[in-house]
């Protein structure tokens, strides 16, 4: 079955940089455009970025366009989130997801949390 | 952009729900919808507007096409109080809808 598992969540300075990873297992990760979505403390649901299945394509919220970057490793079966310029509005828990019509599968999400 | 309401609903077990999210443009029929319980991922029940996710139960249902769209949930069961959002997906930003709590009257 599908899984996908989050990590490097943490606590980072203002101004300091991230790396997300996803790790997906149970289908055929090429195949598919997969997504990141964040959810701050007792807020709503955030889209944050899209990698279409070409694994080239990529577009961003514009809450984090030119500071996010989203990525993946073919070979290890994992998503990336490269985060820079980091601020306090981007305290949340980041869920990645793959998508089929919706967002299909979802993973457990990793918190990040930017506090000096 | 999406505008969904209300942004808090309080039924009771039996009754049926609506909620209701609103495109600026037309996304033909591309919306879908989850349910999200305190401190777990959101979970699709319904895409392309009106398909039932696998393994949703069939109480849960969608419809609309265009700029306007319904979620009803009918015959509520206690499990069903949690909060609801809406997404497009047809053009990016995939914006998500401010979110529905259904909490139980």
């Known amino acids: 079955q599908v899984q996908l598992v989050e990590s490097g969540g943490g606590v980072v300075q203002p101004g300091g940089s991230l790396r997300l990873s996803c790790a997906a297992s149970?289908?055929?990760?090429?195949?598919?455009?997969m997504h990141w979505v964040r959810q701050a403390p007792g807020q709503g649901l955030e889209w944050v970025a899209i990698?279409?299945?070409?694994?080239?394509?990529?577009y961003y919220a514009d809450s984090v366009n030119g500071r996010f970057t989203i990525s993946r490793d073919v070979s290890k079966n994992t998503l990336y989130l490269q985060m820079h310029s980091l601020r306090g509005e981007d305290t949340a828990v980041y869920f990645c997801?793959?998508?089929?019509?919706?967002?299909?599968?979802w993973g457990q999400g990793t918190l990040v949390t930017v506090s000096s | 952009q999406m505008t969904q309401s209300p942004s808090t609903l309080s039924a009771s077990v039996g009754d049926t729900v609506t909620i209701t999210c609103r495109a600026s443009?037309?996304?033909?029929?591309?919306l879908a919808w989850y349910q999200q319980k305190p401190g777990k991922a959101p979970k699709l029940l319904i895409y392309?507007?009106?398909s039932l996710q696998s393994g949703v139960p069939s109480r849960f249902s969608g419809s609309g096409s265009g700029t306007e769209f319904t979620l009803t949930i009918s015959s509520l069961q206690p499990d069903d109080f949690a909060t609801y959002y809406c997404?497009?997906?047809?053009?990016?930003?995939?914006?998500f809808g401010q979110g529905t709590k259904l909490d139980l009257k």
């Open positions: 990698l279409l299945y070409d694994g080239i394509n990529a």
């Open positions: 997404q497009p997906y047809s053009t990016y930003p995939y914006t």
């Open positions: 443009e037309s996304i033909n029929k591309w």
């Open positions: 392309a507007a009106s």
């Open positions: 149970g289908f055929t990760f090429s195949n598919f455009a």
């Open positions: 997801a793959k998508e089929v019509a919706g967002l299909s599968d």
